[in-house]
């Protein structure tokens, strides 16, 4: 690693957030390792739920909270300049320990409910709230705006697929790393850097090359009437942390 300090990036994004996507454009930097969902296994031991997989994560990651919390904040993985954390919000259980939070670059990525829930049910027959983690990223994002005494960056999977080098060129910048054009495509494939999971839940990633084109989001009348009571509790989380949207921020007069 040069002589600059490292930068470790916890980006928080509840699951079906293009946030796959967003770990192969990071790894794709020439100075950046990613890690993908360290606190799953822990989540799944705690909890005792069952994902598809289930037995083999919990076989291939720490399920002690505290041992991923060391984890996440040593030393960075290949001596790399910049350490991209894929973080789902709903692994962050009240009982595990926060303080490693205020160590590390945290960010937000948002995608709109209705679309979250219909690509999940896609995976998973159900579904609940806390499973698609926007009460846990605003309760997040407000312990870290409260310490930064600002909002952390913040960006929208629309904003993303619509104009991915603005987008990742804001985010770039609230994250205190220059922005590299490798972050536009990347190879098809599985990396090694995937959770063992991967084969259950990134079919279409692992065929893509890049951002996806920008496409119309689920509207709420389109879903599964068992759906609608989550998306409609579920928006006034997701229209918070959108009012800190950093694409809009970043262009407001100073």
């Excluded at 697929?161 to 494939?189: N, Q, Y």
């Excluded at 119309?216 to 006034?236: M, N, Q």
Aim: contains cysteine.
């Amino acid at each position: 690693m040069t002589g600059e300090p490292a930068v470790r990036i916890a980006m928080w994004s509840g699951p079906r957030n293009i946030s796959t996507a967003m770990m192969r454009s990071f790894e794709n930097r020439a100075d950046a390792s990613v890690s993908d969902e360290p606190f799953y296994a822990a989540y799944l031991a705690a909890t005792g739920y069952r994902h598809p997989m289930n037995e083999a994560i919990l076989a291939a990651q720490p399920t002690d909270s505290d041992a991923v919390a060391c984890f996440v904040v040593g030393p960075v993985p290949d001596g790399r300049r910049v350490w991209y954390q894929k973080h789902m919000t709903h692994h962050m259980l009240p009982d595990f320990g926060r303080d490693w939070i205020d160590r590390v670059t945290n960010a937000f990525l948002l995608r709109a409910p209705e679309a979250v829930l219909a690509s999940y049910v896609e995976k998973r027959g159900s579904v609940t709230l806390e499973e698609i983690g926007l009460p846990q990223q605003v309760a997040l994002f407000d312990r870290v705006a409260d310490r930064l005494g600002r909002a952390p960056p913040v960006i929208e999977a629309q904003d993303v697929l619509g104009d991915p080098r603005a987008t990742l060129k804001v985010l770039c910048e609230g994250c205190a790393i220059p922005f590299e054009e490798a972050m536009l495509s990347w190879p098809a494939g599985r990396r090694p850097s995937d959770g063992v999971w991967g084969p259950a839940w990134y079919d279409k990633v692992e065929r893509s090359t890049g951002f996806a084109p920008v496409r119309d989001e689920v509207s709420f009348e389109a879903l599964d009437d068992r759906l609608k009571p989550i998306a409609e509790a579920a928006r006034p989380f997701y229209e918070k942390l959108l009012r800190h949207r950093t694409s809009l921020r970043s262009s407001d007069p100073a």
